[in-house]
């Protein structure tokens, strides 16, 4: 349903019997018109639902991202405890590696121990440095890697409670199996897969409805008014004022359109 209003001037040259010259015309038009398809072969609904499937598809698309960022800050955390054990392990490594270097130069000392087992000693210190300077820089990795995943800078990194002094539970709250099953059935990236082939058929009905004619309803009411007179020879102005009003049934049926119909079902 809607409201049209035309309202204007206008000067023409007209010509009519015994009369010429030019026309001026104030008109004003006012009509309210309704138009409404009573029978479509499915065409609402099949847009209809096709809205509505792409709708879910990208809402479930949306929560799988949401739970893309959160497993990634999961998985980067765990990642950055784990770096930072390997760095405790790595000084207690060095820490033994510096008492064994220290023991055997002294049994050197007393003349229990050569030199190629100090050098020995001195290779075990040092390739144990060199293993703590790698589980350092792996921990420097591992937090730009969840800064990354928050979505911050690395200096604006909070501070990270360690895990260590936390109590691993000793068995899972429900049965890996279970586990596997509900992610799946909770997983938006396969519901957004189902709701997009929804979609898609939906899309494929409403290409098959549009084979079909359409059977609606028209009609308007309204009023005309107007005024005119022409100018050689000079005639009275004449004014009239009258309701204008129609009703109709319209069918409308696309009988060949280059094939585009069938294509679009294909």
């Known amino acids: 349903m809607r409201v049209e209003s035309e309202n204007g001037y206008e000067r023409v040259i007209d010509q009519v019997p015994k009369h010429w010259g030019t026309l001026r015309n104030w008109r004003s038009s006012q009509q309210l018109l309704l138009d409404y398809d009573l029978i479509d072969f499915g065409r609402r609904d099949a847009a209809s639902q096709s809205t509505r ?123 890996v199996d279970r586990l596997i099953d509900v992610a799946l059935h909770d997983r938006p990236d396969l519901k957004a897969g189902v709701a997009s082939l929804r979609a898609r058929e939906a899309a494929v009905d409403l290409a098959c409805a549009q084979l079909y004619p359409t059977v609606g309803v028209s009609s308007y009411y309204g009023t005309h008014a107007f005024n005119y007179t022409l100018s050689n020879p000079p005639t009275p102005q004449f004014t009239a004022m009258a309701p204008e009003y129609a009703a109709s049934v319209a069918v409308r049926w696309d009988a060949f359109a280059g094939f585009e119909h069938v294509n679009a079902v294909a």
């Open 53 to 175: 499937e792409q709708s879910l598809a990208a809402n479930f698309r949306f929560n799988r991202e949401i739970e893309t960022v959160v497993f990634a800050v999961e998985e980067n955390f765990y990642l950055f405890q784990a770096h930072r054990e390997d760095v405790t392990d790595a000084q207690a490594i060095v820490r033994l590696a510096i008492t064994d270097r220290q023991t055997v130069e002294k049994r050197r000392v007393m003349g229990l121990a050569t030199k190629p087992d100090v050098l020995l000693a001195r290779q075990r210190e040092a390739r144990a440095r060199f293993e703590l300077e790698g589980a350092e820089l792996g921990v420097r990795d591992a937090q730009a890697d969840l800064a990354l995943a928050i979505g911050v800078r690395v200096d604006a990194l909070p501070e990270i409670e360690i895990l260590g002094t936390q109590t691993v539970p000793t068995t899972l709250s429900s049965a």
